[in-house]
């Protein structure tokens, strides 16, 4: 589709759309809807002290699942890698300066 009439589809969108939201929070019995609604997402949302600490567990967890990670590839290599192969040494030696 040609890049301007999607922009202008867009634009034609975003004032309907505006127009609605408009028209909509004139009446005062929609308006007081929406508030209630709003008051009541707000609530079930956690507090920030919440999400930080869900955040901060979930990265100690993928620091630790990638530290696992790390150890068994470089377990795999040693075993796989043939005795006379530098390939396998340089691969650990790669990964083991991270």
């Given at each position: 589709?040609?890049?301007w009439i999607r922009?202008?589809?867009i634009g034609v969108g975003l004032s309907i759309v505006a127009t609605v939201i408009v028209l909509v929070l004139r009446s005062e019995e929609q308006r007081r809807?929406?508030?209630d609604r709003f008051q009541q997402v707000l609530v079930v949302l956690p507090e920030p002290e919440q999400v930080q600490r869900y955040a901060q567990q979930t990265a100690d967890r993928m620091s630790q699942m990638a530290g696992s990670a790390k150890g068994?590839?470089?377990e795999t290599m040693k075993r796989v890698m043939p005795?006379?192969?530098n390939g396998g040494m340089d691969a650990i030696r790669l990964t083991s300066n991270d």
């Open positions: 589709m040609n890049p922009g202008l589809l809807f929406l508030q068994t590839v470089q005795s006379g192969s």
